[in-house]
């Protein structure tokens, strides 16, 4: 999340999804149906995968496991990083209390009449307060998805007016849950350091004031899920992103392995874990951001909160210096975070694309 100055973007009329919901239209608008290519293949079934597939990690273990146990957890820490991108974490600490008074509030938020979540606009090229993200263009084709989206930390990056006053603990929530998964986030990196064979506090102390952002994303049932997507295929731009689900919502989320795409089936109280592309930068590729996207269901909704943490603008990012060597030579340049950030929210979504930006054999143009 980042604050930019961007001139007035045409982006034509913007339907509401959840308003196209209420109205029982059957008809899915033209600029929510996806090109061939891109449609998602619902019907296919992935024997080869299976939601039990996405690596776990115990989080107590790493905390106050024994020797063994931290260990044992590391490797497998080290591993789902390099080999997926993604993993799931248990026994994470933060308040199973907190996580649904979270989503209880996010659903209040969206159930609100259309002009009452409208005092919140996203105005077209930003990325806080309620609307859709990455929209640029009249011709470009929209998710199947309404957005509410809030920079957390730190404070300049907040705007103030965005922070709803209903429902009426939204924003004492939302604090107190932001706190504690900017604490998981922490610990996480600490542990992602020692998985390298970097001291634990390498992240910490490079990263600066972290900045932080929240966004909850609603996708209400569609009456085409074979023609529309969720959320376009993306990585993302943070060090860390940390998402929850609502229990009980439609499995919806799917990431990118091996040119396959590959549904995750929550586990119950766990968080979704995924490395975002300046972790890719700085771990010079050895640890790699992963396409994803979302996919609509034609009878359930879905419900995700998703953290994004990143260091703070002011930081010059470049690969870490001991994991760069002969073996493994410098594949992205230095540059500055801000730099990145604005980059990332003023283009829209599509896949690694956005990356470019940091890679040594590509020249970057404004």
Avoid at 175 to 195: D, P, T
Wanted: a neutral charge.
């Amino acid at each position: 999340m980042v604050k930019v100055a961007i001139s007035p973007i045409n982006v034509g009329h913007i339907d509401d999804v959840q308003e196209l919901r209420k109205a029982k239209t059957t008809a899915i608008p033209r600029r929510f149906v996806r090109d061939e290519d891109e449609r998602p293949s619902l019907a296919i079934a992935i024997p080869s995968f299976t939601s039990s597939t996405l690596p776990v990690v115990d989080l107590s273990k790493l905390v106050r496991g024994s020797k063994d146990e931290l260990q044992s957890e590391i490797s497998k820490l080290a591993a789902s990083c390099e080999e997926w991108g993604f993993f799931q974490v248990v026994n994470h600490g933060v308040d199973l209390g907190l996580l649904e008074s979270t989503e209880k509030v996010a659903m209040e938020f969206f159930r609100l009449p259309l002009e009452e979540k409208q005092k919140y606009p996203m105005v077209p090229g930003t990325v806080q307060g309620y609307g859709q993200a990455f929209v640029f263009s009249e011709d470009q084709k929209l998710d199947w998805c309404n957005m509410f989206a809030l920079g957390v930390e730190p404070h300049f990056i907040r705007v103030p007016k965005l922070w709803p006053t209903k429902p009426p603990k939204f924003s004492e929530i939302v604090e107190e849950y932001s706190g504690e998964i900017r604490r998981l986030c922490q610990k996480l990196l600490g542990f992602v350091a020692m998985s390298l064979g970097l001291k634990k506090d390498t992240f910490e102390e490079m990263f600066g004031v972290a900045v932080q952002a929240v966004r909850m994303n609603y996708y209400p049932p569609c009456p085409r899920p074979d023609l529309v997507l969720g959320l376009s295929p993306h990585s993302d731009g943070s060090a860390l992103t940390v998402l929850q689900q609502r229990e009980g919502s439609s499995v919806g989320l799917q990431i990118l392995k091996d040119n396959t795409w590959v549904p995750v089936q929550p586990i119950p109280n766990a968080l979704i874990i995924n490395i975002g592309d300046t972790l890719e930068v700085l771990t010079n590729g050895r640890y790699k951001s992963v396409e994803h996207r979302a996919v609509a269901d034609k009878e359930k909704d879905r419900l995700s909160i998703v953290t994004f943490y990143a260091p703070s603008y002011e930081i010059e990012l470049g690969p870490i210096p001991e994991l760069v060597n002969e073996g493994s030579p410098c594949k992205y340049k230095r540059y500055n975070h801000g730099e990145y950030s604005k980059h990332y929210v003023t283009n829209k979504l599509q896949g690694k694309k956005t990356l470019d930006f940091a890679k040594v054999e590509t020249t970057y143009t404004s």
